[in-house]
């Protein structure tokens, strides 16, 4: 029985404006590119969840990029489980007839119903350093695609040396795949990440290095859709959240701990949250805050306080039919505003791993592990320092297909997802 064949590469950043302005640079794709509205909070996690499931945050369960353990009183940001995305896959009932599928880079991915895994998964050892290594299902497909493409290097991922380099490694191994139809999952998703780290270093309206990123993308584009029209397969791109100027920061923590609501430990003259007697903190993710509040007659207080803080657009209490890794209370930054994660307001109270590339141990995402600081080889703790972000899902998204997906454009991701799924249930 022969199954539909699928390409899909999600794009971070592509937002429908930049494909508009750099139309030139993706012109040897032969893509048409249509605007496409992203979940909210507009966010990675939360963008690959919504397309795997064809559903809501509020459903599927990714609200950010992290959640908040409450009974641990512990914040998980980047946990890679397949089981924190919650709900049926849009090709589950495909596979339950024979189709295959495979997914590469994407979150979220180890453990998911899927015949072909690939992520980055390194080792950290115990006095300190990384053994770079990525998980792989069937586990020889490491091996292979180092043999081919050459060793993946996870800080061209993320943190002050991520480049163009991670998404022409990517590039290139999905050529691999792609070039091996015997063994490549009749459905492969894949992801290119580079535009991310250019647009949040620069902004969206840099000339200086943001047209060279474009034209690696439109080359990169440009040998995935080839290479998806030699193997017989049809080919969906899309834009997981557009990336809009940042101008100004906004520190819900430090607001917090004013008032007395977000308590800290003091170590060696260092600060460490204490989320056990806190009665308030925020975990940022960009231009969204989840702020969790154990005791509910705290709830009018807390707001209270953050309605005083610059930077924010709207406070509201998680809804009623909100999934309960949702904050009582939610912040939407302002255009333009963003949140960051800190609580101290001098540099000397920072915590260890301020410093460093530390995605797991920091309360909130922090777009400042993109540079260096200070002292060498370390992190920068300047906020002033990041050019763009996103979060808010005003700005749009984008989309092309070499396929009719739908007999009517797809308005929003929910909406693509739905019509990916409806695609290859007619297979």
């Not at 410093?355 to 300047?382: A, N, Q, T, Y």
Request: with cysteine.
């Amino acid at each position: 029985m022969s199954h539909k064949k699928l390409l899909i590469v999600q794009v971070a950043g592509l937002g429908a404006d930049l494909a508009n302005a750099h139309v030139d640079a993706l012109a040897g794709t032969g893509l048409s590119f249509h605007a496409l509205r992203p979940p909210f909070p507009a966010v990675t996690c939360t963008a690959q969840a919504t397309f795997r499931t064809a559903s809501a945050p509020a459903d599927h369960g990714m609200v950010c990029n992290g959640f908040f353990d409450r009974d641990a009183r512990r914040t998980e940001f980047w946990n890679q489980s397949a089981r924190l995305v919650q709900g049926c896959r849009v090709w589950t009932r495909f596979r339950e007839r024979g189709g295959t599928v495979g997914v590469l880079f994407w979150q979220q991915i180890l453990g998911e119903e899927a015949d072909l895994v690939f992520s980055p998964a390194p080792v950290h050892k115990h006095h300190g350093g990384m053994i770079q290594a990525c998980y792989a299902l069937p586990r020889e497909l490491e091996e292979e695609l180092t043999r081919n493409v050459g060793a993946f290097n996870l800080r061209h991922y993320w943190g002050p040396l991520a480049s163009a380099k991670a998404s022409l490694w990517i590039t290139a191994a999905t050529e691999t795949l792609l070039d091996q139809p015997e063994r490549c999952p009749d459905v492969l998703l894949t992801y290119l990440p580079h535009l991310d780290y250019v647009l949040q270093r620069h902004g969206p309206t840099d000339t200086k290095h943001l047209p060279d990123e474009m034209e690696i993308l439109g080359d990169c584009l440009t040998r995935l859709a080839k290479a998806a029209d030699s193997a017989g397969r049809e080919l969906l791109v899309w834009g997981d959240y557009a990336i809009t100027p940042a101008t100004q920061v906004a520190h819900p923590n430090q607001v917090l701990r004013r008032d007395g609501l977000l308590e800290v430990r003091r170590i060696r003259g260092m600060t460490y949250p204490d989320l056990y007697a806190s009665r308030a903190f925020a975990m940022v993710d960009h231009q969204v805050a989840h702020v969790f509040v154990p005791n509910p007659d705290d709830i009018g207080k807390v707001r209270q306080c953050l309605e005083t803080m610059e930077g924010v657009d709207r406070i509201e209490p998680r809804a009623a039919h909100g999934h309960p890794r949702e904050g009582e209370l939610i912040l939407t930054a302002a255009p333009g505003n963003w949140f960051a994660y800190p609580w101290w307001d001098d540099p000397r109270e920072a915590p260890d791993y301020a410093r460093h590339v530390d995605i797991h141990s920091k309360i909130g995402f922090d777009p400042c592990e993109l540079f260096w600081g200070w002292p060498p080889m370390s992190v920068s703790l300047d906020t002033s320092r990041v050019g763009g972000t996103h979060g808010r899902n005003d700005a749009l998204a984008c989309f092309a297909t070499t396929t009719k997906l739908a007999d009517t454009l797809p308005e929003n991701l929910v909406e693509l997802a739905t019509a990916v799924r409806t695609w290859l249930d007619n297979a």
